[in-house]
């Protein structure tokens, strides 16, 4: 790799902080800048479900959450999993025969792709793998051995740390204003919100929901779509599940020793009809305790809800933007299982100009400024 300048990273959550990391590793000049506190955004408020099954609508998009897998492990090893890698595995089955055979298909396609799936029996499940649950004996369940999920304010907390202890800075609680260029419309400097200007050789737009603000900010048009998801935490006095699962109607997952997360697309469908967070909340409870019904002695101890920043095509946006040099996007869904692979690739790519292949189908100039 080349000698490192300075490079702004304009977003801490999992994407931007795993960006930082390697960048700072390799001995550049990391500035973090957040408007809120890192890891307390989107990460904070996301189910952290790392897996490949559920993105097999191109090839490419799956081989490439198929290798932020790997680079999870490889994480793991590197940084030490404690408090934020739980590697679990994941259950998913359904309670009409429409969604059964999707869910079935599903599993035969990502099993042909050479992804490894164990097929079980709902009372196998409860023997084996997760006896609270309330699900039929009979009914086909798939378990993805390989998969995981990630508490993601633990681990942007490590991998921030880890930066700041080899030179990087943190500036947190403070937005961008603005992106300053050269003669040449070349990055030079970041405006901050308290007044400051900071001198960089790079931006990294890692802003989450906020990604289409500052492409703006250098006259890039990077168009999102609106798609906010509302998530609920349970206070639990004892965690009933061991790993993540879709069940029927709902999503459920561990967040640690005394807490359950929950989500459900059915009830994000329900955001924009105007009902408050509390009642959505209530739905996700609700649900949640048809399939896990110790779960109807746990409390609610929070609901939020958060845009997710998915770029118009649904499919990442990663990489240099030829017109502005300098600048470089690193917006995506799914940033939990995709932030440790999209931070090395793109780390590599700001240092050396390495593009990798994998991130062919994902190049920023699919969307014209």
Known sequence: MKRPGRVAVIGVGVVGASVGWNLAR?????????AGQPGEGVTNWSFSWVNASNKTARRSYFDLNVAGMAAHCELARTIGPDSWWYPSGHLRWADDPAAEAKV????????DWNYRVEMCTGAEVRSRLEPALS???????????????VHGRHLVSRLVGQAVASGAELRSDIAVCGVGTGADGSIRTVALSDGSLVDVDAVVNAAGPGASHVAGLVARRLPMR????????LD?????????MHAPHIEIRPDGDASVVLHSRE??????????????????HESAR????ELGNSRIAQTRIVDRPIPADGFPSVGAVPSVPGYYEAVSHSGITLGPVIGRLLASEILSGTRDE????????RFPS
Request: charged residues 25%; contains cysteine; hydrophobic residues 45%.
């Open 26 to 34: 390799h001995g550049a000049e990391v500035v973090f800048i957040d």
């Open 358 to 365: 994998l991130l062919a189908d994902f190049r920023p100039e």
């Open 290 to 293: 048809h399939v896990v019904p």
């Open 104 to 111: 079935l298909e599903t599993a035969q396609l990502v099993a």
């Open 267 to 284: 009830t994000d469908a329900l955001i924009d009809t105007g009902e408050h967070p509390d009642h959505l909340g209530r739905l996700l």
């Open 226 to 233: 609106r798609e906010p998801g509302v998530v609920t935490r």
């Open 236 to 244: 639990c006095a004892q965690v009933p599940v061991h790993r993540p």
């Open 135 to 149: 699900v039929s004996d009979d009914v086909p369940v798939v378990f993805y051995p390989d998969e995981a999920w």
